[in-house]
């Protein structure tokens, strides 16, 4: 029974819930139950889409500090592999994945949101990597995944200066994809999941890593990248279905059966 991390299935979509009280501090438990649980929710052919949720008052504060703050170069060396992995394993879930943001996400925590493909905040989130205020970076995919996803000079601002930024502001800069009342977070993200897991679930796999793995190539590798998993498509009981409705009854009226 994991004590920080749970996978909790309604339907065809999961929830990865974060319950480390009071603020989800990523512990070094918690890193390794949340790589369990992606793995779980990753080889789940039942589940179609994944939400990652920390409760109605935080999402994550970030990685304990308390565990790391005696810490010396060789064990970190160490300890960061683990830490990456873990999220490396939350961000190459092959399905769509919502972040439900409540509260902090900070450090660790944020870098936990941006391993989803989008992230819904409530009016009162407050998002940032402060690590720099600690004498350090950010170590679990801060100084990679925050560029790729809002720019340079976006990202060097927040992590240079430790900054909080508000739901509004990270709208406004592409971090939060909607931002909602507090108290509708959860539904909000649900939604989003539940509309995707309705959908082929083989080509969400195969765009996600089209989109993922091109972006960490050049334009000529990325596109071959797309060609074959285009062409691969065609194999699949979904593309059947999708083009048989679409010449019987137009668009957007298929039902796919994940294979």
């Known amino acids: 029974m994991n004590d920080f991390v749970r996978v909790e299935t309604d339907g065809a979509v999961a929830t990865i819930r974060l319950d480390r009280p009071p603020m989800n501090a990523l512990s070094i438990q918690a890193q390794d139950e949340l790589a369990a649980a992606a793995a779980q929710v990753s080889d ?48 190459k879930i092959p399905k769509p994945v919502v972040a439900a943001v409540t509260g902090y996400a900070l450090g660790g925590g944020l870098e936990l949101a941006l391993c989803a493909d989008f992230r819904v905040l409530g009016e009162g989130a407050r998002v940032g990597q402060p690590e720099i205020l600690l004498g350090i970076i950010p170590g679990a995919g801060g100084t990679q995944r925050l560029p790729r996803l809002i720019g340079p000079a976006r990202a060097k601002d927040i992590i240079y200066t430790g900054r909080f930024v508000t739901a509004q502001e990270a709208l406004a800069i592409g971090l939060a994809d909607k931002v909602v009342p507090d108290a509708e977070v959860y539904e909000t993200a649900r939604a989003m999941a539940d509309r995707f897991a309705s959908g ?46 679409f010449v019987e009854n137009g668009p957007g009226k298929a039902t796919f059966s994940g294979q």
């Open 44 to 91: 789940d052919a039942a589940v179609r889409a994944v939400v990652i949720y920390g409760g109605e008052k935080v999402f994550a504060a970030g990685v304990d500090v308390k565990e790391m703050a005696g810490a010396g170069y060789a064990r970190m060396a160490v300890d960061t592999r683990r830490l990456q992995g873990a999220f490396t394993a939350a961000a």
């Open 200 to 245: 082929p679930a083989v080509a969400l796999r195969a765009a996600k890593q089209a989109i993922d793995d091109g972006l960490g190539v050049g334009l000529d590798a990325g596109l071959e990248i797309e060609r074959l998993h285009f062409a691969g498509l065609f194999a699949t009981d979904d593309a059947r279905a999708g083009m048989r409705s």
